[in-house]
Nanobody, 117 residues
Framework: VQLQASGGGLVQAGGSLRLSCKAS???????????FGWYRQAPGKQRELVAE???????NYGDSAKGRFTISRDNARKTVYLQMKDLKTEDTAVYYC?????????WGEGTQVTVSS
């Protein structure tokens, strides 16, 4: 399984970005039963959960993301999205996609998000 994250970039505070994570080579039935998460890691800080879309259809958010970020999944495209609005400078980090299921736990390469003031 390969997780291809994209959509990062440079944005001004208050702006928006949408990150995408495509699960290449994952069969559709496995995608349905997989929980996907977005995590981020800022310089000098630990990796933290941003948002999670579980296999049972629920979504969970880290405190920093609540009310501003939305995670969604397109099963047909085997892609998970993270819509980020009202970005703040403290959202600057490398964002990672994670796929966790029965017997596996995959990480994609990160995508850099930089929010300027």
């Amino acid at each position: 399984v390969q997780l291809q994250a994209s959509g990062g970039g440079l944005v001004q505070a208050g702006g928006s970005l949408r990150l995408s994570c495509k699960a290449s080579r994952m069969i559709l039935s496995t995608f349905w039963s997989t929980s996907f998460g977005w995590y981020r890691q800022a310089p000098g800080k630990q990796r933290e959960l941003v948002a999670e879309s579980t296999s049972d259809g629920s979504s969970n958010y880290g405190d920093s993301a609540k009310g501003r970020f939305t995670i969604s999944r397109d099963n047909a495209r085997k892609t998970v999205y993270l819509q980020m609005k009202d970005l703040k400078t403290e959202d600057t980090a490398v964002y990672y996609c994670n796929a966790r299921g029965r017997g596996f736990d995959y990480w994609g390469e990160g995508t850099q998000v930089t929010v300027s003031s």
